[in-house]
């Protein structure tokens, strides 16, 4: 039997509970239609939504055919509840998106787009209220096409030539089909949707039940069966209680069989089922087990939460819409705030998105929402629940932070008896693309397990900015580098170095300061069009140009700052005499409008946050001492991650020694070449440690160290050019299709390259298959060109041209070529790898490029 999990999404007041009814209705479930006007809708159970006549929970409901098991799960259209529809989105196998044939696509329906497309959930589109006025199903469906996609075809009338040329025209398969038998067969087509090629839609109304039979046939023929792994798994979308004050937990069996008294790993302890739950509206059977595909609530377990992975489920992406205001809860006299707020954690058990905290400097109780009339919901569920009278203070605007550059972090802690040190790669992200954490840290230098214990401590933090001390988003965070101690460093080390290596990065970077910003539609009377214009200008909003209706409406829409915007309803209704429409949805973080104003206001001083310090402990002399983050560089343990490589220039022995010491390899590689080199062409003339030893300290009183000396001559640099040209991928893709032009981009790259150094540069390239070629060489711009001779190769003439050059003069040899490496080795070169000269180049092309700008 086919077994599915279908939710219900629309745009508040598109008549999604209405479909849902009538569903329920002509499947057989209900045997009376109830109206949400009339406050006897089988899924708007609780009392204040049949007051508001909104959804505010998301409702589960049961309809079954012959060879088909639909649960149906109806979500909030209101965005102040649009997180606990996101949230049900993580169990659905199928979606249904209702759109209003007056209204259209409105702002929220392109967000419940997005977040289908986020989620991978194919979709149908019910197009409702078409028996009203206005409504015109070609206009419908070619604004779904323009705003959602092509994708988006007529069912209301198929096996017709015309339908199978629109659906053909989604996908490749399908126009193949098409061109042979000019028909598409149903598996075609429910293959299709499921990839999301297709989006079925149909017409109708709810209300008057039209259109209702035909979707609900396309509904069962044109989806497919879900397989699932044979190993038990689940997701956790929702925790809620009963009336007699049960944790239920509200899950999708993902894989495998759930039985009551089955024994469940949790993360954190063992729980035991002990009843299972199947609810239809407001009541439910109980049931022994349940089979893969089932929605359910289980009783018994206490540390579950919304969003969790049981079993051999993964847990579920980050919640993508999150609450833009903050209020303070102000309780009754007498009340104890702790105690309250134990009882407040059950509500943000059940809607993790209320972030309900302690503020202990301001000693208030904080809560995170959507918008005012979640405050109004979440004031009477307080009362409902707990008997507290609670009011709330003015809201605020949850404000985060980002950076505009790359910086390294680095946090060490090592009291005595304790070490850790972490060095943290930040970087930019997309805007809206929360923190990402990543590791690039060889387990050689720091163990596995310690790898994931700083990711782990990483994610279970919120992060907060320096500029006003919101949280962080929209940054890359990559452990880059780390250290432990074989005998002192505990797990706790490695939290304390993670979160000042966050902080220390931060105190670094060029923070940006972000605010929630609105999409909007505003519909007001034409004569009002100035007005209206006027006032989002001085909200610095963006829009459109104003669109003209039939009748003497105008509809403006664009973006504008929540902090501007969310109380502009009050000014519209007085200026348009209450004809004026405002509809807002959260479009996401931007740069802060007046991004100073508001850092005064808040008057936050990141030094002084001594809970999130960007200061390393050291130490010393058998103790620890704190040392503050701008002079943690100078004694850290480990070298920096973001350390440019100095270019080679001309300068004094100190920069050459330097240099060297860059690019030489380890002491240990640098043995075994030599080793080898000795094998292959016999032993050195001078002592075989010679070059690995010490430079003689120098027979003077003085206490001012010597350093070796060095060939004073010029800096020469080698390239052996066909061996570069195939070790870097961009030339070597350029090379596949015209060698000569990967040749002329290198010499152009290195002339560039020795203008900024200023090395003799020497790019020799192989000519020796060329018959009577005597060689050449030529001098383009400011480097040399070679071209070997007949029977000579380009290591050969390196081989040659090193020998000569290193006694009197700095010499090395970019190659990829290890046999090449051995020889010049011996010459007394230093030998650069073909990466890391790649990378000593691009710092070049970046310096080069500042510079430019800095002139500009």
């Known amino acids: 039997m086919k077994q599915l999990v279908v939710g219900i999404l629309a745009h508040v007041d598109s008549g999604k509970t209405t479909l849902s009814e009538a569903i329920l209705y002509k499947s057989g479930m209900l045997k009376k239609l109830g109206r949400v006007d009339h406050g006897d809708a089988f899924l708007d159970s609780y009392t204040l939504e049949r007051d508001r006549g909104i959804t505010i929970f998301s409702k589960q409901a049961i309809l079954q055919t012959e060879d088909m098991t639909v649960t149906l799960l109806d979500t909030p259209g209101h965005v102040d509840f649009s997180t606990e529809m996101e949230r049900t989105l993580q169990v659905l196998d199928y979606a249904i998106l209702v759109i209003s044939g007056t209204d259209g696509v409105q702002s929220h329906t392109e967000t419940l787009w997005q977040l289908l497309a986020r989620h991978h959930i194919p979709t149908f589109i019910f197009i409702n209220k078409m028996d009203l006025a206005g409504a015109n199903p070609t206009a419908v469906l070619t604004a779904l096409q323009q705003k959602l996609g092509q994708g988006c075809v007529d069912f209301t009338t198929p096996d017709t030539p ?49 259109g209702i039979s035909p979707f609900l046939q396309g509904l069962f023929s044109y989806t497919k069966k879900i397989a699932y792994p044979q190993a038990f798994a689940a997701k956790v979308f929702k925790i809620t209680r009963d009336d007699q004050g049960n944790r239920l937990t509200h899950l999708k069996v993902t894989g495998g069989t759930l039985k009551v008294k089955t024994v469940l790993d949790t993360g954190t302890q063992a729980e035991k089922i002990n009843q299972i739950r199947i609810y239809s509206g407001s009541k439910y059977t109980t049931a022994d087990e349940v089979l893969p595909g089932t929605v359910c609530a289980v009783t018994g377990l206490t540390d579950t939460y919304a969003g969790q992975g049981i079993g051999e489920a993964q847990p579920c992406q980050t919640p993508l819409l999150q609450p833009v205001l903050t209020y303070s809860i102000l309780l009754p006299a007498a009340t104890d705030a702790h105690s309250a707020l134990l009882k407040l954690r059950q509500l943000e058990e059940e809607d993790p998105q209320l972030h309900i905290v302690w503020n202990e400097a301001l000693q208030e109780l904080h809560v995170q929402l959507m918008g005012v009339i979640q405050l109004e919901v979440l004031k009477r569920l307080i009362f409902e629940r707990f008997q507290l009278e609670v009011n709330f203070g003015p809201g605020n605007i949850v404000y985060k932070e980002t950076i505009q550059n790359t910086v390294e972090g680095v946090g060490h802690f090592e009291p005595l008896r304790h070490y850790a040190e972490v060095h943290l790669l930040l970087q930019p992200g997309q805007r809206g693309s929360g923190i990402q954490l990543a590791s690039c840290c060889a387990e050689d230098s720091l163990d596995k397990n310690w790898q994931r214990l700083v990711l782990t401590h990483l994610e279970e933090k919120v992060h907060l900015g320096v500029l006003t001390g919101s949280p962080i988003t929209d940054i890359k965070i990559t452990l880059a580098a780390g250290k432990a101690h074989l005998k002192h460093t505990e797990g706790g080390d490695f939290r304390q170095a993670t979160y000042r290596a966050v902080r220390q990065g931060l105190k670094q970077a060029e923070s940006i300061l972000l605010e929630p910003w609105y999409s909007f539609k505003l519909e007001i009377p034409t004569e009002n069009v100035g007005r209206a214009m006027a006032d989002l200008q001085r909200m610095t909003a963006t829009f459109d140009p104003p669109q003209t209706t039939a009748g003497d409406t105008a509809i403006l829409i664009g973006s504008a700052p929540v902090a501007l915007m969310r109380d502009y309803q009050t000014d519209i209704n007085a200026y348009t005499r209450g004809r004026g429409r405002l509809v807002c949805t959260l479009k996401g973080y931007e740069p802060c409008h007046n991004t100073q104003e508001v850092i005064a206001a808040l008057g936050y001083d990141s030094d002084s946050d001594i809970e999130n310090t960007a200061d390393s402990v050291f130490c010393a002399h058998g103790a620890g001492f704190a040392v503050k983050w701008n002079e943690v560089p100078n004694y850290m343990h480990l070298s920096s991650v973001l350390r440019p490589v100095a270019p080679p220039v ?12 860059t690019y030489c390899a380890s002491l240990e590689q640098d043995k075994e070449l030599l080793a080898i080199f000795q094998r292959t062409y016999g032993p050195l003339k001078r ?55 990967a040749r002329s981009q290198l010499i152009h790259i290195l002339c560039n390259y020795q203008g900024f150094c200023r090395c003799n540069l020497i790019l020799v390239f192989d000519a020796y298959k060329v018959k009577g070629n005597g060689g050449e060489v030529e001098k383009l711009h400011n480097i040399t060109v070679v071209y070997t001779k007949e029977a000579e190769t380009a290591d050969m003439y390196i081989e040659k041209t090193t020998h000569s050059l290193s006694k009197q003069n700095r010499v090395r040899v970019a190659t990829a070529d290890g046999m090449e490496q051995l020889i010049i080795l011996g010459h007394g070169a230093l030998r650069v790898s073909a990466s890391a000269f790649y990378q000593e180049v691009k710092q070049v092309e970046a310096a080069i490029e500042a510079y430019l700008q800095q002139k500009a």
């Not at 989604?170 to 989006?199: G, V």
């Open 162 to 210: 015309d339908f199978y040329e629109n659906a053909a025209a989604c996908d490749e398969n399908l126009l193949e089909s098409f061109f042979q038998t000019e028909t598409l067969p149903l598996p075609a087509l429910a293959n299709a949707i499921k990839a999301r090629k297709i989006f079925p839609c149909y017409f109708g109304s709810a209300l008057k039940l039209e």
């Open 650 to 661: 001309l300068a004094t022995p100190t920069a050459s020694r330097n240099r060297a010491a």
């Open 687 to 741: 002592p075989a440690n010679h070059a690995f030893r010490s430079a003689p300290k120098p027979k003077s009183s003085t206490s001012v160290a010597v350093t070796p000396a060095l060939p004073i001559g010029e800096d020469y640099l080698l390239v052996d050019g066909y061996n570069i040209i195939f070790a870097w991928e961009e030339l070597k893709a350029v090379a596949q299709d015209n060698l000569e032009a």
